[in-house]
């Protein structure tokens, strides 16, 4: 396995970690205490940007993987 497949399954568990909801009760509690981030609802900012850092990692890593020879 290499480097970046090492990477690429990590990033995407902790993508599942964070969006769990354990993790989401703490992340409920800092939105209840500041709901909004620049004019921006808390949690929809905080789950986006989770999201989209996942796609820029798998992005990333489908970019540094070999073609499919069939």
């Known amino acids: 396995m290499s480097k970046g497949e ?3 399954i990590w990033a995407m568990i902790a993508a599942i ?6 993790i ?3 992340v409920n ?5 500041k709901p909004l981030i620049f004019g921006w609802p808390t949690l929809w900012v905080y789950l986006t940007t989770v999201w989209t850092a996942v796609i820029v990692v798998f992005v990333y890593a489908v970019s540094k993987e ?3 020879q069939l």
Do not use: D, G, Q, Y
Request: hydrophobic share 55%.
């Open 6 to 8: 090492k990477f690429l």
């Open 17 to 22: 970690l964070l969006s769990n909801p354990p």
């Open 24 to 26: 989401l009760i703490w």
């Open 29 to 33: 509690a800092i939105c209840k205490a």
């Open 66 to 68: 070999k073609p499919l």
